[in-house]
């Protein structure tokens, strides 16, 4: 893979302590993600922020329309993905 070259169209399975997560990487600034069992499953496609770091990793960001915010550290050369997010406030405490 070339330094910035996004691989636009491929598909990466995440395996989370709680769930798995299917990320295909529809373009340079759309991604869909599909979360097929438990608490956190759907189907959506997010407007997606990238920043090149060379060698085939990639910073990637999104928000998520229940309000959850992801910021991944993908590193397609290895096939490694670190993932931080944010989950949305439970409106049910307020």
């Known amino acids: 893979m070339t330094k910035h070259c996004l691989p636009v169209g491929l598909e990466i399975d995440v395996s989370y302590p709680n769930f798995h997560v299917s990320l295909s990487l529809l373009s340079a600034s759309l991604l869909q993600f599909e979360i097929k069992e438990g608490p956190f499953a759907r189907t959506e496609i997010v407007v997606i ?38 989950l949305p406030m439970d409106s049910s405490c307020e």
């Open 49 to 86: 922020e990238v920043l090149p770091l060379g060698n085939g990793v990639f910073i990637m960001s999104w928000r998520e329309k229940d309000g959850a915010t992801v910021t991944n550290v993908q590193d397609y050369d290895r096939g490694l993905v670190y993932s931080f997010a944010t």
